[in-house]
């Protein structure tokens, strides 16, 4: 288990080091905040042993930037700190410190939280692993079946092409009606094995955070659009979007949801769908407003729960699988999604995001 301790004076650290090694523990030091935040990004670390007052950048500083970091930002951190005023202490917990030592510190105590916080590392590593292989398997298992269903899938639509082509004049406008049946729900189970394997691969591991512009998120959801947006004469509008920690391709997919939704399911007037951001205390609020149908009350909830459709497929094609999706990302992203809405008049969906590791609002 590796520890990193930082601290400007040099013989606390001597003294740390000395109390560590003999617990099998790899120690790191750093003498401020900048070479604790260097050895961070280049070594991988366990846990962080960070003392407040130091020059230059103080320790509260540089939790806040391990915190913002999205490959650093699940580090845990404890802080050794001077200041025994309360409001310091919550100050420390608030920007995200796992725990508090006083100083001076008492060795067997600060033994003990240290072991606390190395078993929490352990089970934490160990419910990833156990996440990992479960998501590889699932995902392995949706590869399958996606190859199982849509083989015989394939061949149910290409007989009753067949059937449609060469007999169904023959066999009269019933037969024909009933081809058409068969068309049309193979159609349906295709797209729903494709929305379902995209979902399985949801949270899966992949790249780490970064710095993601909405807005170009938004313009990219936008363009995949163009043709929905087209055919419904659609007034798709962006105002300007945070640049936050996240994928910019799971943020692509779920603008590209809603906004499609706010196109799809319109009213009388042709579509009018606004996107745009505020700053709400620590998080950003992602807003996109349409003039659609709306949503009856009593099913604000119930949209995002997998395979919800609250209308036929005739009038309003889906699989019933994009605001499960949207709720996923938002949640991947830590934050959370919600509707408000009345029926006739439009609905409008608000995504809020941690602000924490956002940088600045784009036009």
């Not at 729900?185 to 992949?206: C, H, K, Q, T, V």
């Not at 499960?324 to 999604?337: E, N, P, T």
Request: hydrophobic share 45%; proline share 5%; charged share 25%.
């Amino acid at each position: 288990m590796r520890i990193l301790a930082v601290d400007d004076d040099q013989k606390s650290l001597k003294l740390m080091e000395a109390m560590l090694a003999p617990q099998n523990y790899e120690v790191l030091t750093a003498f401020d905040g900048e070479a604790a935040l260097a050895v961070l990004r280049a070594r991988e670390v366990d846990l962080v042993l960070l003392d407040v007052m130091m020059p230059g950048r103080s320790g509260l500083e540089v939790l806040k930037e391990i915190r913002r970091d999205g490959k650093l930002g699940a580090t845990p951190v404890v802080l050794i700190t001077g200041l025994e005023d309360r409001k310091d202490r919550l100050a420390g917990l608030l920007a995200g410190a796992d725990d508090y030592v006083s100083k001076p510190y008492d060795r067997e105590e600060l033994l003990a939280r240290i072991a606390t916080q190395v078993k929490l590392v352990t089970l934490r590593k160990r419910l990833v692993a156990e996440l990992t292989r479960s998501n590889q398997d699932l995902e392995r298992f949706a590869l399958i079946a996606a190859h199982d269903l849509k083989a015989p899938l394939q061949n149910i639509s290409g007989f009753a092409a067949l059937l449609a082509d060469d007999f169904a004049v023959k066999l009269g406008p019933e037969a024909e009606k009933h081809i058409s049946i068969i068309q049309r729900s193979a159609e349906r189970m295709r797209a729903l094995i494709d929305a379902l394997l995209a979902y399985s691969r949801f949270g899966l591991p992949g790249r780490p955070f970064g710095p993601v512009d909405c807005a170009e998120a938004c313009d990219a959801a936008i363009s995949n659009l163009a043709a929905l947006i087209a055919a419904g004469e659609a007034d798709v509008r962006r105002g300007p979007l945070p640049v936050i920690s996240g994928d910019k391709d799971l943020l692509i997919q779920l603008f590209q949801n809603l906004i499609g939704n706010g196109v799809k399911y319109r009213g009388k007037e042709p579509p009018v769908v606004s996107v745009d951001a505020e700053r709400k205390g620590g998080e950003w609020l992602i807003s996109v407003k349409d003039n659609g149908i709306g949503i009856p009350p009593g099913q604000y909830e119930r949209i995002f729960d997998m395979f919800t459709r609250l209308h036929n497929w005739d009038d309003y094609p889906g699989t019933g699988i994009g605001l499960a999706a949207c709720r996923r990302i938002a949640g991947l992203h830590g934050g959370r999604i919600w509707a408000e809405s009345e029926p006739g008049k439009g609905s409008v969906f608000y995504v809020a995001l941690p602000a924490e590791g956002s940088f600045r609002a784009t036009a």
